[in-house]
Structures are given as structure tokens and as C-alpha cells.
């Protein structure tokens, strides 16, 4: 089945430092997601993207959804405390309902 | 504010009991839910996709049996585990979307021990 590789598997930053994670995938998806998950809560959405070669951004955060349709990254600019948690992309492939194929996550822990 | 929300938090039973999660959208219609599962540590796993109106659809290796899923109104989806074993522990998650082009949203999961 699909599947999303998903890097780095953990960051330890010093806060105000930049952070960039990204996904890759073999196959093509028509939408990717990014999602913040803290202990013991559901994913909460941070980002969209639904074309290709898009870049948006929410705030400190932008991710692209890349040219190919196959990655995505996510970077967060002045990193602070509350950033800490882990981070998912999803991608939603092509006929599905909606739902969506997650990446391992990335574990991020932020020193003050 | 909440799109899904998703009742219990937190549940605690004994090996052989039941368990009843809901799902609600919270201000729309939602058609289509999806179950997600998560074990400590790692990704969110599709369980099954909840239609409304009609049987779900269950991904591979998922035991409908054994996970039952009702999606009897437009606003409400629920799972049921059947007969949980201490295995069944896990952290249960459902989603759904507000309108066809929007992205999908989670509820706050349900922390499922089974002793």
C-alpha cells in the first residue's frame, strides 16, 4: 500500500532556531496535510495544500506541496516552547473519500 | 473552534467488556467518518470508513466483528469494541470533514485501557 516516508524522526532545537521536516512518498496524492498532534489529543490541523507547487503558510509555520505531487515539507520559523509536540503529514490519495495515509511523525522538543 | 468531538476521553474496562465511543460533528452533516487507530508512539492507522445510512468500510486486518461501527444519523458515528482484550488498548481517533473540499478533522481521541 502507499506509504509516507516522513524525516527527521526527532529534533531537539534550541528555541529561535528554524525547524524544517518533509515527507516523501512513491505514489502521488492529490492533497497534503499537516497536523500537530500533542500527548493524549487528537491531530489538530496546521496547514493545506491542495495543488501542486503550492506554498502557504500559518504564521511562524509554510509548507509546500511539491511540484512531483509525491513530498511536502514543513518549516517553522523562531521556534518557541509551545512548539513542541509531534508533527504529521497525510496525504489523501486520488479517489478516496478522504480519508488519509499519515507519516511516522516527527518528534519535536524545543529548549528554552 | 471544534469541528469533532468525540466522547469518551478516557475509558477504562475490564477484558471481555464492551466499549462504546461516539463521534459527533459538531454543526454540520457528516456523510462520511473515518476510525483511526494509535498505539503509543507511532502513526494514526485507518480502522474503517463510517457511512452513513449504510455498512462501513473496513481496511484490511481490521475485524468488523469485533470493531462495530454505526453511523445511524448524519451527525453521529459510533464504535463499538466488542469483547476488548488487554491488546485492544490503544488510542482510538475518529475524523471527519465539514464539507466535500475541506480537510479533514480529528476529534480529541479515546484512550481505550483494557485490564
Known amino acids: 500500500g502507499q506509504q509516507l516516508n516522513q524525516s527527521p524522526q526527532s529534533m531537539f532545537i534550541q528555541e529561535g532556531e528554524d525547524v524544517s521536516m518533509n515527507c516523501t512518498s512513491s505514489?502521488?496524492?492529490?492533497?497534503w496535510l499537516w497536523y500537530k498532534q500533542d500527548p493524549g489529543e487528537g491531530p489538530v490541523l496546521l496547514i493545506a495544500?491542495?495543488?501542486?507547487?503550492e506554498l502557504t503558510s500559518n504564521g511562524r509555520l509554510t509548507a509546500q506541496f511539491g511540484i512531483t505531487r509525491k513530498d511536502s515539507f514543513l518549516n517553522i520559523s523562531a521556534s518557541i516552547p509551545s512548539d513542541v509536540g509531534i508533527y504529521f503529514c497525510a496525504g489523501q490519495p486520488g479517489g478516496s473519500q478522504g480519508n488519509l495515509i499519515f507519516g511516522k511523525g516527527t518528534k519535536l522538543s524545543v529548549k528554552p | 473552534g471544534a469541528v469533532v468531538s468525540q466522547h469518551p476521553s478516557r475509558v477504562i474496562c475490564k477484558s471481555g467488556t464492551s466499549v462504546k465511543i461516539e463521534c459527533r460533528s459538531l454543526?454540520?452533516?457528516?456523510?462520511?467518518m473515518f476510525w483511526y487507530r494509535q498505539f503509543p508512539k507511532k502513526s494514526l492507522m485507518l480502522m474503517a470508513t463510517?457511512?452513513?445510512?449504510?455498512?462501513?468500510?473496513?481496511e484490511q486486518g481490521v475485524e468488523k466483528d469485533k470493531f462495530l461501527i454505526n453511523h445511524a444519523s448524519l451527525t453521529l458515528s459510533t464504535l463499538t469494541v466488542t469483547s476488548a482484550h488487554p491488546e485492544d488498548s490503544s488510542f482510538y481517533i475518529c475524523?471527519?470533514?465539514?464539507?466535500?473540499?475541506?480537510?479533514?478533522?480529528f476529534g480529541n481521541g479515546t484512550r481505550l485501557t483494557v485490564t
Open positions: 454543526d454540520f452533516q457528516a456523510t462520511t
Open positions: 463510517s457511512n452513513e445510512g449504510s455498512k462501513a468500510t473496513y
Open positions: 475524523s471527519t470533514k465539514s464539507s466535500y473540499n475541506s480537510p479533514l478533522h
Open positions: 495544500l491542495y495543488k501542486a507547487g
Open positions: 505514489s502521488i496524492f492529490n492533497t
